[in-house]
């Protein structure tokens, strides 16, 4: 296309040599015969430098086509022509022109970065990948008050029991291994099945380490100060936890703990649980 380019600027510079030479005789001589011929060479050279391809001042390369206009937005492509592609777009290929669109979930943000976690594909935003995660929560366990030496981890249920003997029940929010490196949790909620419900329970940050094989009454783990009362139903409970995603950057943050107030008292399906319906965190991403 360069070397058309050329081609066509030297014959619109030899037409405007003949014009000026045609017009200088003809204005000479007074040659009225000339004067259609002038009127077309005009006529030719206009046209001609309309399709004489311009030369962009800020780029030290090849003239845009209008064909590289159209498939880019508005800026030619290709990485070997030292443009940009614009609108979010990509040039992924050998060929010329951005060909990926700027929310294609397998080059979001720059070819090749795929917005996959454990195998599913999310979305891509703006060269961000975004999605939702439901993240099964394996450690989970109960203390009790009247056994305090006992361990409950490999049972199917957790108890939160206010009443002569307390029952307390914790799961571990342990994402870390499943988000993608450098993901932003933007959203977080729990998802818990209830055997029976009844009245709500409080929610702690568990601050110390702790294991379901190992934990018992007698040797429970640190808890801040209750941070959220839920309501509780039989069946599925979505709790949102919006307010502890700052908590994934400090190291001390273990979990939850759920106890029951005064009154209430709740019955949950474990991970170990035979309907396999145990705690869910479901986690909104971006990255
Ligand atoms: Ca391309
Ligand atoms: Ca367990």
Known sequence: MRAVGRDLSILSSLIVVMVFELERRALASSDRRAWPVLVGLVAGGVAL???VLGENPDFDGPALTSEDSVETG???DTMQEGLTCMGG???CDDMPGCEVSGDDPLNCGSCGRACEVGGTLM???AGECEGSLEIVLTEDTYAREDQSMSNFGGEPWLFAVNGPSDER??????????LPPGAEIVG???RIVADSAMGPLDLFEVMSPWSEDTLTWASMPAMSYE???MPLSQGVNTIDLGQLIPKWNDSSFRGLALLAPSGS???IHSSEHMSQDGPVAVVELRW
């Open 169 to 178: 029940t914790f799961i571990d929010l342990e994402l870390a291994s499943t």
């Open 123 to 125: 979305a891509c935003s």
């Open 265 to 267: 008292e709740a019955t």
């Open 74 to 76: 508005g800026e030619a």
């Open 89 to 91: 777009t990509l040039d």
């Open 188 to 190: 977080l909620e729990l």
């Open 49 to 51: 430098g309309g399709c």
């Open 227 to 229: 941070f959220s009362t």
